[in-house]
């Protein structure tokens, strides 16, 4: 298959370049090998089985008064 690879790091399509021409390989056979070897890593993403499994997260330093902000906004309260 025939395709166009965009936005690659110049510095490091080089160093791949330079590197398929010392073992005597393609640029292609040189990123299959490297597509190969990461597809075969494990899959680490594990989906949510029930909102019951998802744990809350802190909301950032100084939003402390963020309701009352938006009830200002929304609903014109001073």
Not at 6 to 35: F, M, P, S
Not at 59 to 69: A, N, R, V
Request: charged residues 35%; contains cysteine.
């Amino acid at each position: 298959m025939d395709t166009t690879i965009r936005n690659l790091d110049k510095d490091i399509y080089r160093e791949l370049k330079a590197r398929a021409a010392l073992c005597g390989k393609t640029i292609g056979e040189l990123v299959n090998e490297a597509i190969r070897c990461y597809l075969a890593r494990p899959y680490r993403y594990t989906r949510a089985k029930s909102l019951r499994d998802i744990s809350p997260e802190p909301y950032p330093k100084g939003t402390e008064h963020l309701s009352e902000e938006i009830d200002r906004v929304v609903y014109g309260i001073e």
